[in-house]
């Protein structure tokens, strides 16, 4: 083969660049500049993270685990970004059924519908579990898959949080996307494993996470697969699939992954059974954390578990706190382990 | 940094050889050995596999399609391997009851069981799929998951073909395996789908075919999160979960990929739905390919939709002929593509 002789003196830069062009998309490594938890404070928490990965990645160590086998399951909401005061999915349904009103004119009359279109989000879940479905139902089925990953992307990249007014997307933890990159940037595969819906999480988390939609796992309803419009397309019905939440989490992790994770971090008693089944009986090194959410001038404050007040969105119950001291497992106090929260800039 | 002046000399062999290691096991490349489609005779179906990822990963191509993209779709039986003279799970099946028979003697005038420890395989399935599923379920469900993994690994290292005695795993077809390698090498992410269970394939397919388990999607039954025995365990359900065969196909890679595949390779009826998945409506490059068994002298040769005998296990029909054809999907001939089709020395 011909090389200039410039070339031939910069071939080792070369090599390293293309180097990193092609262990960039692989490895996750556009995010790399995060991956120094430099939004997280000095202390055991931080120190438990770098020594759980240093021992897991350490081929001299007793605790090391070949690449193949470092799977590391993240909660969404509460976990990777605000929850508070609705979760946000909760709050693409209510606009979902502002936005379709129109074209159901007895929704004006018709509960929970008529509630939510009045502003009042309390009548309308007044109905109990049966409204939330009757509305998660009618915002999110009866499209093709294709057109609801459009629908999230529009209406995400607009949409703001209640309180702060800030956009959800930048109500994202920035200490855990550093932490999602840096368990990459030691041989983790990442995935979400939320009690929210698979396909909502799926259009942005890529971008906003790095976890491609292959590694997220969620709940989900059923799909029915036709030609319409002369596409091949899936149809969203109006009928559960799965929940993963609480139980259900295991189970989707397994159903998804087919390994166990050696690492889990949650933030709520929907979390309790991944962290279990990522520690209950097994030897190795193991990474269980929880968020508490513990910093109301920067966030929000509410977990009972560690005296706060209660929330039913994202319980952080007395039993869990117990359970977590009683296993070992990480409570991440966002007041004392996080340097920043969200994004630099908010 | 000091480097000593060889260093200096050697840093773009050092550079490479580190691409090299890094990249390894992110892109299957301990199997790179196979990526040259060395078992394929050159010819029009060769010819479309290459000019298919040229399109698709050159830059400059207008077909071009981005890493993360890449995504492409294998059945297993009748695929992979050899499905003839049944399904490698069947006979797993069929061997799990006589293992099992002991602990439980009213099989012995029970049916089906009866019938297949009298080894009359035809009577036991005289009692068509409510036979198959109380033999499935009595032989795949009960234990852990982690029992399962265990009991599958040990059966599959020492089971042979009833026709040929040839280990099952040694009824791999090279030519597919040198397939995924190369779509690998190419940036593609390999999945398998298949309508045979997804606990069955995961234990093997990384070593067989470089895919690990999360790229492995399949028919399941129903697990139950519990502690037993002082450890976070999968129960296995005598329930079926999900069926992933026909038009369960492309629910099943939407679930479990979020992607809809640009390349997608099957062998029967039950594959047709996820080449139209893959092709129906979408312009851009599509690889979708059927896999004709037209070899009688060096495996077996069915498929009535190509002039040959039928078969139960694995129909390629008339209908599925007509619309390869009519849709310009590649129908391969093991005859006249595959140089060899299983591994030298078969």
Redesign the interface.
Known sequence: MFMSRSVVRR??EI??L??FF??A???GLSRARHADLSSWNDGPTKKAIVEFVRTTTDKASPNYVP??ERIATFDNDGTLWAEQPMYVQAMFALDRVKALAPQHPEWQTQEPFASVLKGDVKGALAGGDKALLEIVMATHAGMT?DEFQQIVKDWISTAKNPVTKHPVLEMVCQPMVELLAYLRAH?Y?TFIVSGGG??FM?PWA?QVYGV?????VGS?I????E?R????A?VRLPEL?FIDDR?GK??GI??????RPIAAVGNSDGDR?ML???????GGARLAMLVLHDDKAREFAYGPGAGLPDSHVGTFSQALYDEAKQRGWVVISMQKDWKRIFSPGH
């Open positions: 071939a080792p090599a390293i293309l180097c092609l262990l998309p692989a490895a690449p193949a898959t041989g595969k698979i396909e799926r890529e491609p939609p292959e590694q997220v989900s059923k799909t029915k697969f030609i419009d002369g596409k091949a899936l699939n139980e295991p189970v397994y159903q998804h992954i087919g390994r059974q279990e089944y990522t520690t209950v009986g097994f």
